[in-house]
Each structure stands twice: as C-alpha cells, then as structure tokens.
C-alpha cells in the first residue's frame, strides 16, 4: 500500500507559476513511477506528467508540455509538479498517483493503483 498526499494547490493569476508536491508513505517510493493527473469541473480525468522510478524518464501531456516539470526526491518519499505559464484552463484538481511498474510511463489513469485526493488549481483570468 502506498498512501499519497497532494499540497501546494490555491488560486493565482494567468501567467503564475505554481509548484505541487506530493508526499508519499508505505512501500518503498522508489520504486514507483509517478504521475499527475487533473480534472476539471464536467471533463474527464487526464494526464498531465509522469516520471518513472529513479526520475530518469519523464513525460508531459501536449497541453503542459515546455510549462510543467515534474521531478522527484526519492529520500522525501516526494514528486513534484513545478508548473509555469498557468493558464485559465489549467484550473482543475490535481491529482497524483503512483504506478508499481516503475520503469515504465503510462499514461492512462487505469495503469495506476494509488492515488491522493486531490488538490485544487484555480487559474483566473
């Protein structure tokens, strides 16, 4: 079992940078490929950014990709998702989850077995 806790969500402005952590406890972290996900009010959850196991490899959805970096501190059990260049239709909640195949990125949310609870983005105009 991995227990996952997402911080760092609020409201800024267009054009903010924000950075999202989420810290992870039970089996071991670094073993894990990690990924971030979002949903918006009325839309499907999607992918946003992974990173696998060792933070060799990452991965970025077209919509985040050359604003967002995702990377990780496997000694702080934590992943994080720097994100710059926000957008109104960033706003969404955030979600991180983890992935036992940690060598691999994947990026469909039924690939993942844990997941946090979300943190609120608010981008506003």
């Known amino acids: 079992q991995v227990q996952l806790v997402e911080s760092g969500g609020g409201l800024v402005q267009a054009g903010d940078s924000l950075r999202l952590s989420c810290a992870a406890s039970?089996?071991?972290?670094?073993?894990?490929?990690m990924g971030w996900f979002r949903q918006a009010p009325g839309k499907e959850r999607e992918f946003v950014a992974a990173?696998?196991?060792?933070?060799?490899?990452?991965y970025y959805a077209d919509s985040v990709k050359g604003r967002f970096t995702v990377s990780r501190d496997n000694a702080k059990n934590t992943v994080y998702l720097q994100m710059g260049s926000l957008k109104p239709e960033d706003t969404a909640v955030y979600y991180c989850?983890?992935?036992?195949?940690?060598?691999?990125?994947?990026?469909?949310?039924?690939?993942?077995?844990?997941w946090g609870q979300g943190t609120q983005v608010t981008v506003s105009s």
């Open positions: 039970g089996r071991p972290f670094g073993s894990y490929a």
């Open positions: 990173i696998t196991s060792g933070g060799g490899r990452s």
């Open positions: 989850a983890a992935d036992r195949t940690g060598w691999l990125i994947s990026t469909g949310r039924h690939e993942y077995e844990y």
